[in-house]
């Protein structure tokens, strides 16, 4: 933390009245409930970032005769936690090191997606703005440039902010969303990524049952652009082999217990034996907590890699005999020095989602009514190095990985960007960009170019559940 | 056209630098290439529509070291242009009767989306600011508040402009979307619709192929959201009933030869002579062009609401041999009095969408430099009553008694929102909406009211092709 502080900050704006010069009043017309870190004051430039920190927004008012308020978010995930605080990371040590970036300071703007596109889209929009408010079209104050953004996690999430992005010519680098749709140049024009496409994955997942001569299969996919496109070209290609589908699942975005149970008996009803899933970790979490309830045993699942190396997953007691033997594909896992040190230094202090994690892993409140309530108050002086959680676990960096690659592209696309011999630079009449001023387009550019020449996007690898 | 004007407007906006009292220097963020009608001055409310006029984008520049531009737009849609039209129409009628909102004068700002999400996008953002410029989550301005967006279109653009509008509250009422995904609340809070959802469609497909026995059938599909979840309903209700799938194609969205020639050749080399299509005229016109150049006959073809009544489809030349006998479900056709009147009242003057219309009809131009390069000069007194194409066709309004019921129902809703009683309101304390100046969720309470009580959504009937 040597040249960087995090703020945080909650943005609840509120209906406001500004003038502007040109257009007499302007008038905010919602009010945001965003959650984030950021980090802007006396930076050269801001990177954005988007982690769905949190699972699911709370439930809301729907009393349609009062004004309606942005949800808030709930359901703390230490995995995707872990993630965020890997780009805090990531940008400290670039801004310390003096080969990338010697003489700028890189800023950033993060915000907690809440694993949901509406939030999603809110990030988005106030991010662009550049400043605590939204004006998405514009970008108000004297503030340092935006360069791009990291995330938004999940394929439906990258989707809807790449939408608004590309309008924008602005570039999005994703460290999660591995969708196959997410390549075309044509809807996504900015959209990178340093995790491969699903196109390889599906065909690898069918490979894998033709490889065993699995001939009768269920499918079962998440209700999202991940789970249909990456289960659609899987049995594109097993159907075209002759494996016959038993049966095709789609697991409910939304709590819907009732689905769940018809899923489960779906799957005891076929004859099915190889179930292959495509989803993540949290849509799929239900329908596990039902298997082992009705204690489905004697299944082969193939499993993609959103959840083959879950956690959330694998920590179910008594998961063995339910999913024990399950195959699929894993992002390559990597190491990243001095991240451990880094995790261990979280302080709950200035900051509401650390200060949520703490409460959750110390069992104790820094919130002086909770405290007057009964509950335990934190003293803050409590041992992150006795925890032994996903979130401080370090041996399984594989999304973790990603991130830090995403921010690593995106500042060697600036140091590409602000190294440049006048008269030579690549933009038109032969000028350089200013690194202090410059358009998003330029650093799409770069970062196009970095891509196609430097960049090697690690190959999934086969992993077997669970993993040791 | 007693109390309205149609203006023509091009947003073409440039790198601006603007002022605001609270935030220093605002700069706008890109370009946009929007075409349109629009309509406030001296306005009380303006309703917002979105249309797909033109068929696709232009090609842009590939060069990413040059500021990229907002594309334009090409393929005029006569039925589509028809549909924008109505709504002109429908505003109208309403603002020259004395029973629905008799004081007030509704408006309009009305976008071509261009059949492209990216665009639909950049409509609701311009659109949301209320002016000409784009600050999507600010109104600007002193203008009429805004109602409501009629709109978008297919059910992706749909999607698409639902999740930006819906952070907002802001009502949006579509005519044509039937996708079941926009059923969702959660997704979708302040979507409704005056077609009905595919779920009914997809399941009387299904009951359809039951019907007559048939076991062994091909599946193609758009590559988008209608597409895929149609299909995906229907394929759950006729497997669950024992019938098998031959193939399952999908058309792409943009140009693709090969994949086309791929897909003819799938349904050539298939026994299955019963197929099943769920995709929109445009995305399935390439294909059907490839079946004539074939001649593939001797297929009983199950089309899907949006192209079994598409004059697109049936004016191919030599169409019977290949797709007679197709059936399918239409949307309900009803007569809209004094439509006819005012579609051949349009003139070429001082807009350029009924100007681009009216040079493909009359082969003539109104453009200077095109008349010096030897292209004959419209002069304006061209007769529109002598044409006789899909543009003046009144004998099938379907989606355009959509759009005329669409503008309707927002124009009740905000009669009901004037037509209050002090201290008898709905809204907290008993209080009514004022109706020079209200939010959009008060709309978007008395739009709810209005289709819970009021609003029967037409059933769909069956529809044997091509359609006397």
Chains 1, 2 share one sequence.
Not at 33 to 48: A, D, P
Not at 181 to 197: A, D, K, M, W
Request: with cysteine; aromatic share 12%.
């Amino acid at each position: 933390m040597s040249k960087c502080v995090c703020l945080f900050f909650v943005i609840k704006i509120s209906y406001l009245y500004k003038s502007t010069a040109a257009e007499g009043s302007c008038k905010l017309k919602a009010k945001f409930n965003l959650r984030g870190y950021k980090e802007v004051e006396k930076k050269t430039v801001v990177i954005g970032g988007m982690f769905p920190v949190h699972q699911r927004l709370t439930d809301t008012d729907s009393n349609t005769t009062i004004a309606p308020e942005s949800s808030d978010c709930e359901g703390f995930n230490f995995r995707t936690f872990r993630w965020a605080q890997t780009m805090l990371f990531a940008l400290n040590e670039i801004n310390s090191r003096n080969d990338i970036l010697p003489d700028t300071e890189l800023g950033y703007v993060i915000y907690d997606s809440c694993f949901t596109i509406s939030k999603a889209v809110e990030g988005t929009l106030t991010f662009l703005t550049g400043q605590d408010e939204a004006v998405p079209n514009y970008r108000c104050g004297d503030g340092p440039p935006l360069s791009a953004l990291v995330g938004a996690g999940g394929s439906d999430l990258s989707i809807a902010t790449a939408r608004i992005l590309g309008l924008y010519y602005f570039p999005q680098m994703s460290y999660a969303s591995s969708c196959s749709v997410l390549e075309s140049r044509f809807q996504y024009p900015t959209f990178l990524r340093t995790i491969p496409s699903d196109e390889h994955q599906s065909v690898a997942m069918a490979k894998l049952v033709l490889h065993f001569g699995w001939t009768w299969v269920g499918t079962i996919a998440a209700e999202d652009d991940y789970g249909k496109y990456g289960i659609k070209r899987f049995k594109e290609v097993v159907e075209e082999a002759g494996v016959c589908i038993s049966f095709s699942e789609t697991l409910p975005k939304i709590r819907n217990p009732e689905a769940i149970e018809r899923i489960v008996q779906t799957v005891l009803d076929s004859t099915a034996k190889i179930i292959v899933v495509f989803s993540s970790d949290v849509d799929l979490s239900p329908l596990v907590g039902e298997l082992l309830r009705n204690n489905v045993t004697n299944r082969t699942w193939i499993a993609s890699e959103a959840w083959v190396t879950s956690a959330a997953i694998s920590r179910h007691p008594d998961i063995l005999p339910v999913l024990g033997g399950t195959i699929g594909f894993a992002v390559k896992r990597a190491d990243i020095p001095g991240l451990k040190e880094h995790l261990l230094s979280v302080t709950p202090y200035n900051d509401t989602l650390t200060e949520e994690f703490w409460g959750i892993v110390f069992n104790c409140t820094m919130n002086y009514r909770q405290v007057l309530s009964g509950m335990r108050r934190c003293t803050g002086e409590e041992m992150m190095e006795k925890l032994s959680n996903t979130f401080t676990d370090v041996s399984q960096l594989r999304i973790t990985y990603n991130v830090y690659k995403a921010v690593y592209a995106v500042a060697h696309a600036l140091h590409n960007l602000e190294d440049c011999k006048p008269h030579s630079g690549p933009f038109e009449n032969n000028t350089c960009a200013d690194i202090t001023k410059f358009e998003p387009w330029q650093v799409q550019h770069k970062l196009t170019v970095f891509f196609i020449f430097y960049f090697v996007i690690s190959f999934i690898t086969i992993m077997c559940f669970p993993f040791s």
